[in-house]
């Protein structure tokens, strides 16, 4: 049926060892009926190709199972911007199989306004060689955007020479949210602490550092420049509080850092920079 033959095989050696061998062999004589009488052929030793072989499938498969199981979006892309390689994850957040994507341009996948950023800062990784990591919004089929965290950088070919781009991509979106409303309630503390011209202070127990507020400050008759640049300590106090309230005051300020109280709470006389007395 066929003039040659090429085959590895496993064999014992003398000494019981296990070695992997490549055997290859041609027929070089027939019978009138075409039944090989003579093969002639060479065998070799080839286990060390095969343990570098069995090592880089081991690494490749572990290699597929971090990308595969990783809640990044990972995409590859050839020198022409078109899909070679999509993760769980991406067909996840697109609702695009891995099949219908490869060889198209996430262009031709959904469309140019919704696809376009992406995708043309794709080409100019190709293009430029160089590394980038930025934040970018994604669009998936059904117009839902999403906030990513992407590090995209260059492939290079065994010859030196660039053939397509990677993308990690992580959703920051629930974090980005969480940032705008964390700035939102700080606008309204800000706002509400300056419409009720309250005063805050912050001490920083192990340094005993503490800073106060514009607020504060103004109604202490100083500027907050002013007294920032003498580093607060809670010798401040001591010194801003009138004498005899003082040990009310401090002993309120242990409660709470001796862990009997979260909550500091105290009435008490105050010296201004002009030396009138507040309550």
């Known amino acids: 049926k066929q003039d040659s033959y090429h085959v590895e095989f496993r064999a014992y050696t003398s000494t019981g060892d296990l070695k ?30 095969k343990k570098n072989e069995l090592a880089l499938l081991d690494t ?13 979006v990972i995409y590859v892309k050839n020198k022409l911007a078109r899909y070679v390689l999509v993760n769980h994850a991406w ?15 996430g262009v031709e996948l959904s469309s140019i306004e919704i696809a376009g950023p992406s995708h ?8 430029s060689g160089e590394a980038i990591e930025f934040e970018e919004v994604m669009t998936d089929l059904d117009g839902n955007d999403y906030t990513y965290l992407s590090t995209k950088f260059p ?21 980005k949210t969480m940032e705008s409303s964390l700035r939102e309630n700080q606008d309204r503390l800000d706002l509400a602490l300056e419409v009720g011209s309250l005063g805050t202070f ?19 008759g100083y500027e907050l420049e002013e007294l920032n640049q003498q580093m607060l300590s809670l010798g401040f106090f001591e010194r801003m509080i009138y004498e005899e309230d003082y040990p009310l005051f401090l002993g309120k300020l ?12 105290c009435q008490f006389r105050a010296h201004r920079a002009d030396g009138e007395i507040k309550w």
Do not use: P
Not at 22 to 36: F, H, L, P, Q, W
Not at 120 to 127: G, P, Q, V, Y
Not at 155 to 166: D, Q
């Open 20 to 49: 992997w061998i490549e055997s290859r062999g041609n027929v070089i004589e027939r019978n009138k009926d075409g039944k090989a009488l003579r093969i002639t052929g060479t065998q070799s030793d080839i286990s060390d190709r």
């Open 60 to 72: 490749q498969q572990l290699i597929e199972a971090i990308v595969e199981n990783s809640s990044f």
């Open 91 to 105: 067909e996840e957040k697109f609702s695009i199989s891995r099949d219908h994507a490869m060889g198209k341009t």
């Open 120 to 127: 043309f800062s794709d080409l100019k990784i190709i293009e």
């Open 155 to 175: 492939l290079y070919s065994m010859s030196g020479e660039i053939s397509g781009v990677c993308c990690l991509s992580s959703d920051i979106t629930d974090r």
């Open 202 to 220: 912050e001490i920083d127990v192990a340094t005993q550092l503490t800073t106060v507020n514009e607020i504060y400050a103004k109604a202490l």
């Open 254 to 265: 242990e409660t709470v850092l001796k862990g009997k109280s979260d909550r500091l709470e």
